[in-house]
């Protein structure tokens, strides 16, 4: 097992990693959308999104994957009626690759966030 960490994603904001690669599969931590530097990205959905993905591509880069091997993502929602401009977001990113996924509204996130994100990717 390998602890994933790297600058260019926000610091774990708590006692977790930002990932784990085990048996060639990287497991990510729900991304929020935080600059590398800790500045949370106000904005609508969006924004909230198109940052989630930045972190997300800086730790599978880190973990020596990217979005195109990424199998599986869980998205969490605050409010269910982000889901279609979330979801414009979320196709821009991966392009004609569709990992399996899961969408949830939940009742609250870190800091208060619109949306979370986190991955299951391939490490070759």
Same mark, same amino acid.
């Given at each position: 097992m390998k602890t994933? #960490? $790297?600058?260019?994603?926000?610091?774990? !904001?708590?006692?977790?990693?930002?990932?784990?690669?085990? &048996?060639?599969?990287?497991? #990510?931590?729900? *991304? !929020?959308?935080? $600059?590398? /530097? =800790?500045?949370?990205?106000?904005?609508? !959905? %969006?924004? *909230?999104?198109? *940052? %989630?993905?930045? &972190?997300? +591509?800086? %730790?599978?880069?880190?973990? =020596? #994957? #990217?979005? /195109? +091997? %990424?199998?599986k993502t869980t998205v969490f929602l605050k409010d269910m009626n982000d889901f279609a401009a979330m979801n414009e977001t979320y196709a821009k990113n991966f392009g004609d690759h569709k990992p399996a996924r899961s969408a949830v509204e939940v009742a609250r996130l870190p800091k208060d966030v619109r949306v979370e994100i986190e991955v299951i990717a391939v490490v070759e």
């Open positions: 994933v #960490s $790297t600058t260019n994603a926000p610091a774990a !904001i708590g006692p977790y990693a930002q990932g784990i690669i085990v &048996n060639g599969l990287f497991y #990510s931590s729900g *991304q !929020i959308p935080l $600059t590398a /530097d =800790g500045q949370l990205v106000e904005g609508d !959905i %969006v924004a *909230q999104t198109t *940052q %989630v993905f930045e &972190n997300l +591509k800086a %730790v599978l880069a880190e973990a =020596g #994957s #990217s979005l /195109d +091997k %990424v199998v």
